[in-house]
């Protein structure tokens, strides 16, 4: 099989895997959310059977371009981590990083990575509450899965968190559709700063947003547009 046939296959079975994705975001919004230990359980479950393992294969090199761009040496927590597989940290370039998921599942993997300087932890995104100082915050493809309305207050609570300079980096893999149209239009209405807004066109691909946010700006947030060079694939795993 040729590199563009293998490409195109991988592509395709992305796509397949995105939209049994969106099969499950609403009731995973709106039914299951409510609920943290139940929602925990679904996630494990969908791990189990290998739902979201393409992710891994996808590394989320626009993150972490990002994460160089903005800090040195950073401490960075990442929300919603996965495995965490598809974030390709360099050792020796960041003092810490600590990933949080609602799935045990998950977090399993991802501590059997071993990754340098790394510590993780199980818990709903929603309700929690960072301790210490971040120069980078993490929302890896996760703001789908949670009630709109709720999207803003978190965002404004974890950026309580941060270091003065510090940012939060929140990824979009599609906002082609009204869900994603939607998360977007919050993000830039959030009341934080965007400090940059990088469409990432790939032919064949859903439309990915990534945002940088920063501190709340003394007035109404105005977005910055911009392009960055095409992804091999999406930054990170819902959740």
């Not at 959310?33 to 739902?51: F, I, M, S």
């Not at 989320?60 to 960075?76: C, F, H, M, N, S």
């Not at 691909?205 to 977005?223: K, R, W």
Request: net charge positive.
């Amino acid at each position: 099989m040729t590199t563009a046939s293998t490409t195109r296959d991988s592509s395709t079975g992305n796509r397949l895997f995105r939209l049994a994705g969106r099969l499950v975001r609403w009731p995973l919004t709106v039914l299951v959310r409510p609920y943290p230990r139940l929602n925990g359980l679904l996630w494990d479950l969908e791990y189990a059977l290998g739902v979201w393992r393409y992710l891994d294969r996808s590394p989320g090199r626009t993150a972490v371009a990002l994460i160089d761009k903005y800090a040195e040496q950073p401490r960075i927590l990442d929300l919603g981590c996965g495995t965490s597989a598809n974030l390709p940290l360099v050792a020796g370039r960041y003092r810490h990083y600590h990933g949080v998921d609602i799935s045990r599942a998950a977090i399993r993997t991802a501590r059997r990575l071993r990754r340098p300087d790394a510590t993780y932890e199980v818990a709903d995104i929603l309700s929690y509450q960072p301790t210490g100082r971040w120069e980078v915050i993490l929302l890896r493809e996760v703001v789908y899965y949670f009630p709109l309305p709720e999207v803003a207050p978190l965002l404004r609570r974890l950026a309580e968190a941060l270091t003065p300079n510090g940012t939060i980096i929140v990824s979009l893999y599609d906002t082609s559709d009204d869900v994603g149209r939607a998360a977007l239009q919050c993000l830039r209405e959030c009341g934080l700063t965007v400090r940059e807004e990088l469409a990432e066109p790939t032919p064949g691909q859903p439309a990915a947003v990534t945002i940088v946010l920063g501190a709340p700006s003394p007035g109404p947030a105005v977005p910055s547009a911009g392009r960055a060079e095409p992804s091999r694939g999406p930054d990170a795993g819902p959740h």
